[in-house]
């Protein structure tokens, strides 16, 4: 079955450094998404991704955070200047078209700012 | 803002019996539903959706059912299982229009099924 692959699962780093996480949606996948949970709430939307563009964001999502998809395969979030409340769960999801557009979430990374 | 709501935070059954998680909602714009099912350290899992245009769809042990007028969904597992035990959420997205299907998520509720 296909996946969503997320690297690394876990990642540690110190407040104001910059950190990439990365993703590989599902090949035939056009749809790409963000999502992080902080550790005991609900897991929450960051930004949307379609046609190499960023089609809706949170108020999360500011401009300490930005993605790409640099060669057609991957998907990446990146954190400028990481802040300690940035300490969550990042998942990665992606999705096609039809029934339930196949809407598959990756294994998620732990990010923990010290 | 809580669009999606689901006001038990977790859910106790015995092995074999049914369980009916709840979920909320809001927004009159949302069409379409999952539940996803979650282990700690794990992404979610996609278990079951429904259109708005349906009441009702199932799938092997899992049914869902929607009541429009109430904004109102639940998840029906028959018979629960122990390895049915882990977080469950309920999430809603607004399909038509927009190039994006973004899902807002309840809180979740933890179901144990105790053996």
């Known amino acids: 079955e296909p996946e969503v692959t997320q690297t690394p699962s876990h990642q540690v780093t110190q407040m104001g450094q910059e950190v990439i996480l990365r993703c590989v949606p599902i090949?035939?996948?056009?749809?790409f998404y963000w999502y992080r949970q902080i550790l005991g709430q609900k897991v929450e939307f960051l930004v949307s991704f379609y046609n190499n563009e960023i089609s809706e964001k949170s108020e999360i999502f500011d401009d300490q955070f930005s993605v790409e998809r640099p060669d057609g395969s991957n998907f990446t979030l990146k954190i400028r200047s990481t802040k300690l409340e940035d300490s969550a769960m990042y998942f990665c999801a992606s999705s096609g078209q039809g029934q339930n557009y196949g809407y598959t979430f990756g294994s998620g990374t732990r990010l923990t700012v010290v | 803002d809580q669009q999606v709501k689901q006001n038990s935070p977790s859910l106790s059954v015995q092995e074999g019996r049914i369980s009916i998680l709840n979920c909320d909602y809001t927004n009159s714009m949302f069409d379409y539903f999952l539940w996803y099912k979650k282990y700690p350290a794990e992404g979610p899992t996609f278990l079951i959706s429904i259109s708005s245009i349906k009441d009702k769809n199932e799938d092997g042990r899992f049914t869902v059912f929607l009541n429009k007028s109430a904004k109102h969904l639940s998840l029906h597992i028959v018979p629960s299982q122990p390895g049915d035990s882990a977080v469950y959420f309920c999430?809603?997205?607004?399909?038509?229009?927009?190039?994006?299907?973004?899902?807002?998520f309840g809180k979740g509720t933890l179901l144990t099924v105790n053996p």
């Open positions: 999430a809603a997205s607004a399909r038509s229009g927009g190039s994006n299907y973004k899902l807002t």
């Open positions: 090949s035939n996948h056009l749809y």
